[in-house]
Protein backbone atom coordinates (compact mmCIF):
# COMPACT_ATOMS: atom_id res chain seq x y z
CA UNK A 1 0.00 0.00 0.00
CA UNK A 2 1.02 3.68 -1.32
CA UNK A 3 1.93 5.71 1.97
CA UNK A 4 2.32 9.10 0.13
CA UNK A 5 -0.56 10.43 -0.89
CA UNK A 6 -1.15 11.98 -4.14
CA UNK A 7 -0.93 16.09 -4.80
CA UNK A 8 -2.92 18.38 -3.61
CA UNK A 9 -2.74 15.98 -0.49
CA UNK A 10 0.43 15.63 1.86
CA UNK A 11 1.56 14.25 4.39
CA UNK A 12 4.86 13.78 7.20
CA UNK A 13 7.47 12.02 5.77
CA UNK A 14 7.58 8.98 7.86
CA UNK A 15 10.28 5.73 7.57
CA UNK A 16 7.72 3.56 5.91
CA UNK A 17 7.52 5.84 2.74
CA UNK A 18 11.76 4.90 2.02
CA UNK A 19 10.25 1.61 -0.09
CA UNK A 20 8.75 4.48 -2.05
CA UNK A 21 10.88 7.16 -2.38
CA UNK A 22 14.22 5.29 -2.43
CA UNK A 23 16.03 4.84 -4.53
CA UNK A 24 13.97 7.57 -6.53
CA UNK A 25 14.98 10.30 -4.90
CA UNK A 26 18.61 9.44 -3.95
CA UNK A 27 18.97 8.82 -8.08
CA UNK A 28 18.24 12.46 -8.61
CA UNK A 29 20.78 13.45 -11.36
CA UNK A 30 22.37 16.73 -9.88
CA UNK A 31 23.49 15.02 -6.64
CA UNK A 32 21.60 17.76 -4.78
CA UNK A 33 22.63 16.27 -0.83
CA UNK A 34 18.71 17.57 0.49
CA UNK A 35 17.43 14.73 -1.90
CA UNK A 36 18.10 11.38 -0.51
CA UNK A 37 15.95 9.84 1.31
CA UNK A 38 18.38 9.15 4.44
CA UNK A 39 19.21 13.24 4.50
CA UNK A 40 15.41 14.39 3.92
CA UNK A 41 14.23 11.78 7.33
CA UNK A 42 17.10 12.80 9.63
CA UNK A 43 16.02 17.25 8.69
CA UNK A 44 12.22 15.69 8.73
CA UNK A 45 11.53 17.59 12.06
CA UNK A 46 13.91 20.67 11.65
CA UNK A 47 11.95 21.60 7.67
CA UNK A 48 8.53 19.89 8.87
CA UNK A 49 8.69 18.20 6.02
CA UNK A 50 5.52 16.60 4.11
CA UNK A 51 5.44 14.96 1.13
CA UNK A 52 3.32 14.56 -1.96
CA UNK A 53 3.08 12.56 -5.08
CA UNK A 54 2.69 14.85 -7.81
CA UNK A 55 2.43 12.06 -10.97
CA UNK A 56 4.27 8.77 -11.11
CA UNK A 57 7.86 9.11 -10.80
CA UNK A 58 7.56 13.03 -9.39
CA UNK A 59 7.64 13.99 -5.77
CA UNK A 60 7.31 17.04 -3.94
CA UNK A 61 8.99 17.80 -0.60
CA UNK A 62 7.34 20.49 1.27
CA UNK A 63 8.29 22.49 4.29
CA UNK A 64 9.16 25.85 6.58
CA UNK A 65 12.02 27.21 7.15
CA UNK A 66 13.24 27.88 10.71
CA UNK A 67 13.39 31.76 11.49
CA UNK A 68 16.94 31.41 12.51
CA UNK A 69 18.06 29.98 9.05
CA UNK A 70 21.32 30.87 7.32
CA UNK A 71 19.90 31.97 4.50
CA UNK A 72 18.06 34.50 6.23
CA UNK A 73 14.38 33.20 4.63
CA UNK A 74 11.45 32.23 6.46
CA UNK A 75 8.23 30.68 4.86
CA UNK A 76 6.96 27.98 3.51
CA UNK A 77 8.37 25.96 0.44
CA UNK A 78 8.74 23.17 -1.69
CA UNK A 79 11.40 20.91 -3.77
CA UNK A 80 11.48 18.46 -6.52
CA UNK A 81 13.76 15.66 -5.11
CA UNK A 82 12.64 13.29 -8.08
CA UNK A 83 11.25 14.53 -11.20
CA UNK A 84 10.67 17.37 -13.40
CA UNK A 85 6.76 18.98 -13.24
CA UNK A 86 5.59 20.51 -16.45
CA UNK A 87 5.63 24.50 -16.28
CA UNK A 88 1.53 24.31 -15.57
CA UNK A 89 2.26 22.55 -12.19
CA UNK A 90 5.53 24.10 -11.55
CA UNK A 91 3.03 27.49 -11.88
CA UNK A 92 0.42 25.64 -9.51
CA UNK A 93 3.01 25.18 -6.37
CA UNK A 94 4.82 28.20 -6.74
CA UNK A 95 1.28 30.22 -6.12
CA UNK A 96 1.27 27.93 -3.16
CA UNK A 97 4.36 28.29 -1.92
CA UNK A 98 6.36 31.23 -0.41
CA UNK A 99 9.96 29.60 -2.02
CA UNK A 100 10.92 27.15 -4.54
CA UNK A 101 14.05 25.91 -3.15
CA UNK A 102 16.74 23.88 -4.08
CA UNK A 103 16.21 24.62 -7.12
CA UNK A 104 19.13 22.15 -9.70
CA UNK A 105 20.95 22.74 -12.76
CA UNK A 106 18.34 20.26 -14.14
CA UNK A 107 15.12 22.27 -12.56
CA UNK A 108 16.18 25.86 -13.77
CA UNK A 109 15.58 26.12 -17.04
CA UNK A 110 11.92 25.61 -15.90
CA UNK A 111 12.18 28.07 -13.16
CA UNK A 112 13.50 30.51 -15.70
CA UNK A 113 10.40 30.20 -17.95
CA UNK A 114 8.50 30.58 -15.04
CA UNK A 115 10.43 33.48 -13.14
CA UNK A 116 9.14 36.59 -15.28
CA UNK A 117 5.14 35.50 -15.49
CA UNK A 118 5.10 34.65 -12.02
CA UNK A 119 6.16 37.92 -10.61
CA UNK A 120 9.13 35.61 -9.14
CA UNK A 121 13.20 36.36 -8.52
CA UNK A 122 15.43 33.47 -9.43
CA UNK A 123 18.33 34.15 -6.80
CA UNK A 124 21.71 32.29 -6.81
CA UNK A 125 21.78 30.32 -3.74
CA UNK A 126 25.76 29.81 -2.74
CA UNK A 127 25.76 29.02 0.79
CA UNK A 128 23.51 25.96 -0.35
CA UNK A 129 25.95 24.76 -3.13
CA UNK A 130 27.23 21.28 -2.19
CA UNK A 131 31.33 20.94 -2.53
CA UNK A 132 32.45 18.22 -4.40
CA UNK A 133 35.46 16.32 -4.34
CA UNK A 134 37.30 13.84 -6.40
CA UNK A 135 37.38 10.48 -4.11
CA UNK A 136 40.42 9.58 -6.04
CA UNK A 137 42.37 13.04 -4.56
CA UNK A 138 41.02 12.61 -1.30
CA UNK A 139 42.06 9.09 -1.24
CA UNK A 140 45.47 9.48 -2.07
CA UNK A 141 46.55 13.43 -0.85
CA UNK A 142 48.98 13.35 -3.70
CA UNK A 143 50.36 16.76 -4.85
CA UNK A 144 51.28 20.25 -3.74
CA UNK A 145 47.91 20.92 -3.44
CA UNK A 146 47.37 18.62 -0.97
CA UNK A 147 50.80 19.15 1.37
CA UNK A 148 49.15 20.28 4.29
CA UNK A 149 46.20 17.48 4.42
CA UNK A 150 48.92 14.97 3.97
CA UNK A 151 51.85 16.36 6.38
CA UNK A 152 48.51 16.13 9.17
CA UNK A 153 47.70 13.10 8.47
CA UNK A 154 51.47 11.97 8.31
CA UNK A 155 51.62 13.84 11.58
CA UNK A 156 48.95 11.68 13.33
CA UNK A 157 50.39 8.61 12.06
CA UNK A 158 53.85 9.10 13.64
CA UNK A 159 51.81 9.50 16.91
CA UNK A 160 49.44 6.61 16.67
CA UNK A 161 48.91 3.14 14.68
CA UNK A 162 45.19 3.48 13.74
CA UNK A 163 42.67 0.70 12.56
CA UNK A 164 39.83 1.26 10.12
CA UNK A 165 36.65 -0.64 9.89
CA UNK A 166 33.11 -0.42 8.25
CA UNK A 167 30.63 1.13 10.53
CA UNK A 168 27.78 -1.00 10.85
CA UNK A 169 25.15 -1.88 13.23
CA UNK A 170 27.34 -3.94 15.33
CA UNK A 171 29.58 -0.73 16.40
CA UNK A 172 27.27 1.76 16.70
CA UNK A 173 28.00 1.59 20.22
CA UNK A 174 31.29 2.72 18.91
CA UNK A 175 30.40 5.31 17.54
CA UNK A 176 28.01 6.90 19.90
CA UNK A 177 30.96 7.11 22.08
CA UNK A 178 32.54 9.13 19.30
CA UNK A 179 29.84 11.50 19.03
CA UNK A 180 29.54 11.80 23.22
CA UNK A 181 32.76 13.03 23.45
CA UNK A 182 32.92 15.12 20.30
CA UNK A 183 29.62 17.00 21.88
CA UNK A 184 31.18 17.57 25.58
CA UNK A 185 34.92 19.06 24.16
CA UNK A 186 32.59 21.15 20.80
CA UNK A 187 30.38 22.53 24.06
CA UNK A 188 27.55 22.57 21.76
CA UNK A 189 24.83 21.09 19.82
CA UNK A 190 24.62 21.46 16.26
CA UNK A 191 23.50 18.50 14.38
CA UNK A 192 24.00 16.40 17.43
CA UNK A 193 20.85 15.47 17.43
CA UNK A 194 20.26 14.39 13.41
CA UNK A 195 23.71 12.04 13.85
CA UNK A 196 22.48 10.66 17.10
CA UNK A 197 19.32 9.46 14.86
CA UNK A 198 21.59 8.28 12.19
CA UNK A 199 23.05 5.75 14.39
CA UNK A 200 20.04 4.60 15.87
CA UNK A 201 18.55 4.14 12.08
CA UNK A 202 21.80 3.39 10.45
CA UNK A 203 20.36 0.29 8.88
CA UNK A 204 16.66 1.24 7.99
CA UNK A 205 17.99 4.14 6.39
CA UNK A 206 20.75 2.09 4.52
CA UNK A 207 23.67 4.48 5.75
CA UNK A 208 27.43 3.37 6.03
CA UNK A 209 30.55 4.88 7.16
CA UNK A 210 34.02 4.29 8.54
CA UNK A 211 35.33 4.02 11.74
CA UNK A 212 38.75 4.69 13.43
CA UNK A 213 39.97 2.88 16.58
CA UNK A 214 43.39 3.65 18.43
CA UNK A 215 44.29 1.21 20.51
CA UNK A 216 40.54 -0.40 19.82
CA UNK A 217 39.47 3.02 21.81
CA UNK A 218 37.15 4.59 18.94
CA UNK A 219 38.25 7.60 17.85
CA UNK A 220 36.48 8.73 14.67
CA UNK A 221 33.71 8.12 12.27
CA UNK A 222 32.74 9.02 8.85
CA UNK A 223 28.80 8.61 8.05
CA UNK A 224 26.93 8.39 4.86
CA UNK A 225 24.82 7.26 2.22
CA UNK A 226 25.41 6.59 -1.55
CA UNK A 227 24.03 8.77 -4.05
CA UNK A 228 23.37 8.83 -7.84
CA UNK A 229 23.29 5.18 -8.92
CA UNK A 230 26.84 4.52 -6.59
CA UNK A 231 29.17 7.40 -8.79
CA UNK A 232 28.01 9.60 -5.40
CA UNK A 233 28.97 9.50 -1.79
CA UNK A 234 27.38 12.27 0.33
CA UNK A 235 29.09 12.53 3.77
CA UNK A 236 26.55 13.50 6.35
CA UNK A 237 28.26 13.34 9.48
CA UNK A 238 32.31 13.62 10.38
CA UNK A 239 32.83 13.51 14.08
CA UNK A 240 36.27 13.15 16.05
CA UNK A 241 38.22 13.47 18.90
CA UNK A 242 40.46 16.26 18.01
CA UNK A 243 42.81 16.05 20.61
CA UNK A 244 44.57 13.53 18.20
CA UNK A 245 46.13 16.07 16.04
CA UNK A 246 45.48 15.27 12.40
CA UNK A 247 42.58 13.52 13.43
CA UNK A 248 39.95 14.64 10.73
CA UNK A 249 42.20 14.76 7.76
CA UNK A 250 42.89 10.84 8.27
CA UNK A 251 39.09 9.89 8.99
CA UNK A 252 38.52 12.22 5.69
CA UNK A 253 41.16 10.28 4.16
CA UNK A 254 40.45 6.64 5.39
CA UNK A 255 36.65 7.03 4.26
CA UNK A 256 37.67 7.80 0.56
CA UNK A 257 40.05 4.73 0.47
CA UNK A 258 37.17 2.58 2.06
CA UNK A 259 34.45 3.56 -0.73
CA UNK A 260 33.79 1.24 -3.31
CA UNK A 261 35.53 2.13 -7.20
CA UNK A 262 32.34 2.99 -8.56
CA UNK A 263 32.37 6.12 -6.70
CA UNK A 264 33.72 9.20 -8.14
CA UNK A 265 32.10 12.24 -6.14
CA UNK A 266 32.52 12.84 -2.93
CA UNK A 267 29.54 15.55 -1.74
CA UNK A 268 30.44 16.66 1.08
CA UNK A 269 27.60 19.03 1.85
CA UNK A 270 26.92 22.74 2.09
CA UNK A 271 28.85 25.47 4.17
CA UNK A 272 25.29 27.23 4.25
CA UNK A 273 27.25 30.47 4.68
CA UNK A 274 29.94 30.14 7.47
CA UNK A 275 32.78 31.33 6.35
CA UNK A 276 35.26 29.21 8.58
CA UNK A 277 33.49 26.30 7.61
CA UNK A 278 33.66 27.90 3.56
CA UNK A 279 37.82 28.24 3.93
CA UNK A 280 37.70 24.85 5.13
CA UNK A 281 35.99 23.01 2.67
CA UNK A 282 37.65 25.26 0.37
CA UNK A 283 41.32 23.78 1.62
CA UNK A 284 40.33 20.48 -0.10
CA UNK A 285 40.16 21.97 -3.29
CA UNK A 286 36.83 21.17 -4.65
CA UNK A 287 36.36 19.88 -7.99
CA UNK A 288 32.98 21.31 -8.59
CA UNK A 289 29.85 22.48 -6.90
CA UNK A 290 26.35 21.19 -7.03
CA UNK A 291 24.98 24.66 -7.32
CA UNK A 292 21.24 25.32 -6.44
CA UNK A 293 19.06 28.58 -6.94
CA UNK A 294 15.81 29.53 -5.38
CA UNK A 295 12.75 31.23 -6.51
CA UNK A 296 11.26 33.66 -4.38
CA UNK A 297 7.83 35.35 -4.03
CA UNK A 298 8.87 38.77 -3.50
CA UNK A 299 6.10 39.83 -0.47
CA UNK A 300 5.34 37.00 0.27
CA UNK A 301 8.02 36.27 3.04
Known amino acids: MDCIP ?36 LYRQKYAYTVSKLRD ?95 LVNAFLSECTPQTRPLTAENVPDARVVLDTWVRLKGEAADFEQCQEALALLSQLGLDGTMVYIEERPVAFSLGESMRNGDMYCVHFEKGIDTYRGIFQYVNQAAAQAMPDSVVLINREQDTGDEGLRQAKMTYRPCAFVEKWLVNKPGRL
Open 6 to 41: VYPAFAPLTLEMRKELYPLTDNHPDGACEFPFGSMF
Open 57 to 151: GIVILAGKEPEHAASGKTGTFFSVPAGIPSLDELGVLIEQFDMWKTVTASQKSAAEALVQAAGCALEESRNNFDYLYNRGELAELRGKKFHKKKN
